[in-house]
């Protein structure tokens, strides 16, 4: 079976290049509102390890079918219902707009067009259920029915264009999520450990996968190299060596102490990852990087992935 016509619409507005002036002042306005940066993961979903927003939506997506099933039926008390729930709708799409709009302003260019209309969609569709409360407010039912069901069309068809974000441009995914299942399992050999720069961020290929190493004296973090957002390569990123550990002594190579956690930023859009743990010290990434096991024999190194294969 073909695509439908209007997908092959949406695949030419990724390339709609009228709109990055508009999306170019909208990434200015988000970047310059939305702070701190707690503020920004939270709102990103780092804490829940995928974005919020797809989680967000469903209550007012929810609120307003069900508004539509209820204004379909002739039952009594069904009007009144209705409008309770599209008052919840109004009210709870105002938070996934902002983790919405903070998510689209880490995006890339193809993904932020689609966005920019996906955000319009829904914002009509704000507006159109908005006028639908107040006409029933004021005891118009038949125009606040019309208006709501106008509402429910704008809110699908941008729920599409969500779709389209997430499914056909990956914009939300882990894009580190295959490393595991491409990876082969067991000890992979990399070479020699004095072969690797001290306290600098070095890219190698094991197994054909691009993988992130950082070497302090004889401890070797490796992370896959590619960024668990949107692919970015980690090893061109800027290097944090750590600040100290709580009530440690002394200090490393690059004069950080002992137990301390260096940390790598990424190059595109700036997700910060623990390279001891792999883990998301600061988004918008919110899935962690693989991490690889070390071990150095008669100075050769070799990596272990668990669970690859």
Known sequence: MRELSFVKIITRLENAEVLDSVVTRAQAVVKKVVQPQGLRDLLHGVPFGHPLHPVEVQVPIGAWLSAGILDALPMHGSGKAAQALIGVGVLSAAPAAVSGWTDWSELHEQQMRVGLVHAAGNAAAVLLYS????????????????????????VSGAGFLGGHLAYRQAAGANHAEDVPHVFPPGWQEVGDLDDLADGALERRIVAEQPLLFFRRGDEVNVLSDVCSHLSAPLHEGELDPGSPAPGSLGTGPLGEAPGSDPCVTCPWHGSVFSLTSGEVVHGPATSPQPRFETRVEHGRLSVLLPGAG
């Open 131 to 154: 006028a639908s409360f107040v006409q029933r407010v004021r005891g118009r039912q038949a125009s606040g029915k019309v208006l709501a069901y106008l509402g429910l069309a704008a």
